[in-house]
């Protein structure tokens, strides 16, 4: 396989303007018109969004459109180190600093460098962990190889180049490992710092030319990460770990001290701890994977399981249960020890072709290498001698609910339980906290039966009687537990509620009541009988209110709450509370109609009388009475258009009930007709109103005047007519 042509941009020297007058503006092209389509100014996508490391294998294309041409890089068996399983890697190209960032440095700046990485094919190699590694470039000016490259041979790079990407950045996606070369800017900064030093240090070019080919806001900050790391790559003493071997490593295991736990090996019975980890580490990050081999061995006949073939595997000790059960008797600490060698320097070794090597540049990317150090730590597990305990834990439960929790105001604390042998012994006395819960004391193996004898507030003792047995049936328990659920059967009272009237304190049938528990809880709705009566059965001790949502017919709704207590002392009781309503105050309007035009002052004031008789709500008989009258000074500045004057009797403050009205019989005027009826119906020259429906009812009684006896006094009067003399 071979580099893509984008990766030669990377690799550039004397080639890349030819490269860029060929390709680079079929590219630029191409980002406009992602631009103008998706709004998204970027060559390529896929290396613009990966931040993290990526474990699965990489596409064989560029997402951002370019096409990978793939590059194969190999090296001879004989120079493989231990850390490098494959005989050969592939290298891919990922975008380049100008293409992320054209304002650090322009994409046809000639110092313009891209990413390399090894490809997830590489996976199988045990350094790798899941991570896919950094590739760097050395030898500036020559091209990337295309097509399939061999390798012929090379070396270690020089202590200076390994000392740079052992503290920059290593991994895809991944910061540099050494804060101080961090840039800020993320991930492929650091990558780019740490190239750039590297072709420093290597002699290609100088900081200072670097520095030239930089702009934009991040060049100085960019710019002293790589000077940093050149001028650190440049103090011998950094690089003494890379020169004859790394000296302090140091190696440990993730646990000291671990439990077990039964689980079969191989079909046989028997104790295994948790996974434990080899930790290698540089005072900076864990480097198991740069472990060379392994070795493990245990005492007591316990045995060493590997997680995976990898030198750097996890693994947990196992023994069989027939020597755990002879360690158990007195009790033992089992004692595995863990170590093998690993690579001591840490290097980077050098990938070239055999066709034309001079015309190519080298890649070198990092793995072991150099002499080999030896490790090892260990790890004990306690067998402890068996003491057995047995403890019942009891949780009471409602028996009507099934919960753990109990109903209302009630309380599952208190609740006391025996527990006794088989001999029929008293060994133990149960208490239950305020969440219904009891543990015995430890008793040792054997068969008990548990009892209430003492039931907590609200419920009635649980009749059951429980049988718990205990054996001793695991050899790695020396505690055993056994759970009981005692169902406790609540008490229950009853109320009556009385809805009475406010003033005759009759039942009212009718009202409607939402009763509500202590939580505010509605536990339902209930209607008053035909004698005012709601009865509630089966309530258990807590606080309540009942709550009105409609009043009897023609009553006023009690809006306070009634609240009421259901004690302990009122079980198998009926507690009785009673709520009062008030009649509603209801009014009748009754108008008199007649024609102003047919009134005769010298007859008198017209006046006209209205009788309202019926019973009201609560059975009472009752008569009312209006006089409605028509004086001159009203008629004057009442009377209306067409002639017809109107004046009203108002009854206030009724009671409610069925009422009629009627006009009594007055001289000259005569009920002609009764209309604009509300609240009642016309019965004949009466109304009949429903004053329980409606609060307010009104009528217009229509009259004409039929007697015109205006002079009908028969008297002589004399009158004299002053004037003549003597007349």
Not at 469 to 477: A, K, M, P, Y
Not at 542 to 548: A, G, N, P, R, T
Not at 682 to 709: C, M, P, T
């Amino acid at each position: 396989m071979s580099l893509s042509w984008a990766a030669s941009l990377s690799f550039c020297g004397k080639e890349y303007l030819m490269w860029y007058r060929k390709w680079g503006k079929r590219i630029l092209v191409c980002s406009l018109l992602l631009v103008l389509s998706a709004g998204i100014l970027s060559l390529d996508v896929w290396a613009s969004a990966v931040e993290e490391v990526h474990t699965e294998d990489q596409q064989e294309e560029d997402p951002g459109g370019e096409q990978m041409l793939p590059g194969i890089y190999t090296k001879e068996e004989n120079s493989r180190l231990r850390s490098a399983v494959t005989s050969q890697i592939e290298v891919k190209w990922n975008e380049s600093l100008a293409v992320f960032d054209p304002s650090l440095i322009s994409l046809d700046d000639p110092l313009n460098s891209s990413i390399k990485y090894v490809n997830a094919t590489d996976k199988e190699n045990p350094d790798m962990k899941g991570k896919q590694r950094v590739v760097y470039c050395i030898q500036y000016g020559k091209d990337g190889p295309l097509g399939t490259i061999s390798w012929t041979g090379g070396g270690k790079v020089p202590a200076d180049i390994a000392y740079l990407m052992y503290w920059g950045c290593r991994y895809l996606g991944m910061e540099s490992v050494r804060p101080a070369y961090r840039t800020g800017y993320g991930w492929k900064y650091d990558y780019m710092a740490t190239q750039y030093a590297i072709h420093i240090v290597n002699q290609e070019y100088s900081f200072e030319t670097l520095h030239d080919h930089l702009s934009g806001s991040k060049k100085e900050t960019f710019g002293a990460v790589i000077k940093k790391m050149t001028e650190d790559a440049a103090n011998a003493s950094n690089l003494l770990p890379f020169e004859e071997g790394w000296k302090d490593f140091s190696y440990t295991l993730s646990d000291s001290s671990v439990e077990w736990k039964a689980e079969a090996y191989q079909g046989e019975e028997g104790y295994t701890t948790k996974w434990i980890s080899q930790q290698l580490s540089d005072g900076q990050v864990f480097c198991s994977e740069y472990i060379q081999e392994k070795w493990a061995a245990a005492d007591h006949g316990a045995v060493i399981i590997w997680k995976d073939s990898g030198d750097a595997s996890d693994f947990r000790i196992w023994i069989p249960k027939k020597e755990y059960l002879k360690l158990q008797v007195t009790g033992a600490t089992v004692t595995a020890t863990v170590g093998g060698t690993h690579s001591l320097c840490l290097a980077g070794w050098t990938y070239r072709a055999d066709e034309n090597p001079d015309q190519y540049q080298r890649v070198t990317l990092l793995e072991g290498g150099g002499g080999t150090g030896e490790h090892s730590a260990a790890v004990t597990a306690l067998v402890p001698k068996k003491t057995i305990h047995c403890f019942i834990e009891l949780q009471k439960e409602d028996q009507e609910t099934g919960k753990a929790e109990p109903q209302g105001a009630c309380s599952f604390e208190g609740a006391v339980y025996e527990v006794r042998n088989a001999e029929g012994m008293v060994v133990d006395k149960m208490k239950t906290d305020r969440n219904g819960k009891a543990v015995s004391a430890g008793i040792g193996p054997g068969t008990y039966t548990v009892k209430e004898v003492e039931a907590p507030m609200g419920y009635e003792i649980d009749p059951k009687t429980y049988t718990v047995v205990f054996e001793n049936i695991d050899t790695e328990q020396t505690q055993y537990r056994s759970f009981l659920s005692s169902q406790e059967p609540p008490q229950k009272g009853t109320v009556l509620l009385r809805k009475l009237s406010a003033y005759s304190h009759n039942g009212l049938a009718g009202a409607v009541f939402e009763l509500y528990n202590g939580k505010n809880e509605r536990i339902g709705s209930y209607t008053s009988d035909e004698n005012g009566c709601i009865r509630i059965e089966n309530l258990v001790c807590d606080s309540y209110f009942f709550l009105e949502t409609k009043p009897p017919e023609g009553y006023e709704k009690t809006e306070k709450s009634i609240p009421f207590l259901m004690e302990a002392e009122q079980m198998g009781k009926v507690l009785e509370v009673q709520a009062e309503n008030k009649p509603k105050k209801v009014t009748l309007e009754l108008t008199k109609e007649i024609d102003a035009r047919d009134i005769n002052f010298a007859n008198g004031v017209p006046m006209f009388l209205f009788e309202v008789k019926g019973k009201d709500i609560e059975g009472n008989y009752r008569v009312y009475h209006r006089i409605i009258s028509f004086p001159l000074e009203y008629v004057e500045t009442a009377a209306n258009a067409d002639g017809t004057v109107r004046n009203k009797a108002v009854f206030e403050d009724l009671y409610p009930g069925i009422y009629q009205a009627e006009e009594m019989k007055v001289m000259r005027y005569s009920l002609t007709d009764i209309i604009e009826i509300t609240g009642g119906v016309k019965k004949n020259y009466s109304v009949e109103f429903d004053l329980i429906q409606h609060e307010k009812a009104s009528a217009v009684f229509v009259n004409r005047k039929e007697e015109w006896g205006d002079w009908s006094d028969t008297a002589l009067c004399e009158n004299q007519i002053p004037g003549k003399e003597g007349v």
